[in-house]
């Protein structure tokens, strides 16, 4: 009859142990339009159609040169940043691994043997005793039922934070793969820079040299001299300053990569760069609920809201269950004969009747669930400004390249025809080096304007979230 009663509250615990408390989950609205803002990406029909949307872009495809692909593998491999994200991604799922093993009973074989004297004036026949005691029992101990989902609760919530941190490793990624493409562009422009700047000072060494023998023989003045070694020696400058530069830009390249980067590896210049491909961001901005980390907040408001449920049971009674089963005997031998067998159990049961902190606990988790709210809301909002500022830049570099482009054109023929001029002595040298000072100005201004229409293509790639594993995972 007790082995009855026994397996009766067993099967009881088992069949109520579904019943949860925590709230529903319903994702909060996004505080955000549901398109982007008009006119902020003109990009024709034509480079729409040719660009890709980023789900189904992986980084091998974005990013299609050779050369900044094998960097970027470098640093997935290699890089700290992402080997500290990849471990916290462990710890957290053993973490969830101990919580869900909280839900079934802990089962251990137990064997124990003692030998006692007891001296004759303790004893209760006056004379001297030995007794032995040997058993072998296997036990479930301390067992909780989850009658009211506590348990369960808190493996929800250790499950949504083991995603989050899977989701803070994407960030991780993500931030990696778009900070060496973005340092790869930076080394090709300042290189360039660093080019034409010393192609700069060769011609205006040139021209100093041709002034000088000029000034020399009488034939211009000493203000002619010095105005074209002010150009001498702003080259000298530039060409110091993009020395230090390009020397910092292959620093910050080797610690993403994790390791020294063959110079094989290095681009000489923007031209030689194969460009990122085109992204487009489509016209809803549901696609911001598939970047990693706005996918982080959102696990962590679920594990909030689970948290609540645990804090709910804390109401309710709790129930633990103690059970063994062995055998028992006073001689080594006769342990396992037959008689000798032993049970126990003893149920418990905890009714909770006042305990202010219960009360305290379960608002403290209310509040920290509308936090999680607000944080939820502040991701999606910074998440959506990135993506429309990134749109607005990619909707008018173009634009500002072409009138770039035209203007060191039209800069490049002053300054051939003010050489013209002076050379048949109808203008000033002043007007040379005006056009020269500009030209130089313009094409630097050019390098800028070609590095930010290809660093925009990669911030594209970032803030719309990369590509998304799931997505890629369910289309294969």
């Excluded at 101990?141 to 941190?165: I, N, Q, V």
């Excluded at 000489?268 to 907040?297: E, H, K, N």
């Excluded at 009138?403 to 023929?413: F, G, K």
Aim: charged share 20%.
């Amino acid at each position: 009859m007790n082995k009855n009663v026994f397996l009766i509250l067993v099967g009881m615990a088992l069949a109520l142990s579904g019943c949860r408390m925590a709230p529903e989950y319903a994702r909060p609205t996004a505080p955000i339009p549901s398109e982007w803002p008009g006119g902020v990406d003109r990009l024709g029909t034509q480079a729409q159609t040719n660009a890709m949307e980023a789900a189904h872009l992986s980084w091998r495809d974005c990013f299609s040169d050779d050369k900044l692909q094998r960097l970027i593998g470098n640093a997935l491999t290699n890089n700290l940043d992402l080997r500290l994200a990849a471990l916290n991604v462990e710890q957290a799922r053993a973490l969830y691994g101990i919580q869900r093993a909280d839900l079934l009973p802990t089962v251990d074989a137990v064997g124990s043997g003692s030998r006692e004297r007891v001296p004759a004036d303790l004893s209760s026949t006056g004379k001297r005793q030995l007794s032995e005691r040997y058993s072998a029992t296997i036990g479930v101990f301390s067992w909780e039922p989850d009658f009211f989902g506590r348990m369960r609760s808190l493996k929800d919530k250790a499950l949504e934070e083991y995603l989050a941190t899977e989701q803070a490793r994407r960030s991780a990624q993500l931030l990696l793969v778009s900070s060496v493409a973005d340092a790869y562009l930076t080394l090709a422009a300042d290189r360039e820079s660093l080019n034409l700047a010393e192609t700069t000072l060769v011609s205006q060494q040139d021209a100093y040299n041709l002034i000088k023998r000029r000034y020399d023989l009488g034939l211009v003045t000493q203000l002619d001299l010095y105005r074209v070694q002010t150009q001498v020696d702003t080259a000298r400058g530039d060409v110091a300053r993009f020395s230090q530069r390009v020397a910092q830009d292959e620093n910050a390249l080797n610690l993403l990569v994790g390791s020294p980067t063959p110079s094989e590896l290095l681009p000489m210049r923007l031209g030689d760069v194969t460009p990122p491909q085109d992204i487009r961001a489509g016209l809803s901005s549901d696609v911001l609920l598939r970047r990693p980390d706005v996918l982080q907040v959102e696990n962590l408001l679920k594990a909030a809201n689970a948290n609540i449920g645990a804090a709910r049971a804390a109401f309710f009674p709790r129930i633990s269950l103690t059970a063994a089963l062995g055998t028992s005997s006073s001689d080594l031998s006769g342990l396992f004969k037959a008689g000798s067998g032993t049970w126990s159990y003893a149920p418990q049961i905890v009714m909770p009747i006042f305990d202010a902190r219960t009360w305290s606990a379960f608002k403290a988790t209310k509040v920290q669930r509308e936090m999680a709210v607000a944080q939820y809301e502040k991701a999606i909002q910074s998440a959506f400004r990135e993506v429309a500022d990134a749109l607005a830049v990619r909707g008018t570099v173009d634009q500002q390249v072409a009138a770039q482009e035209s203007l060191v054109h039209a800069v490049a023929e002053t300054y051939r025809l003010s050489t013209s001029r002076y050379d048949k002595g109808i203008d000033s040298y002043l007007s040379v080096l005006d056009a020269q000072r500009s030209l130089y100005s313009a094409q630097q201004g050019l390098v800028s304007l070609r590095l930010a229409k290809l660093t925009n293509r990669v911030q594209l790639y970032a803030v719309l979230g990369g590509d998304d594993p799931a997505e890629k995972q369910a289309g294969n």
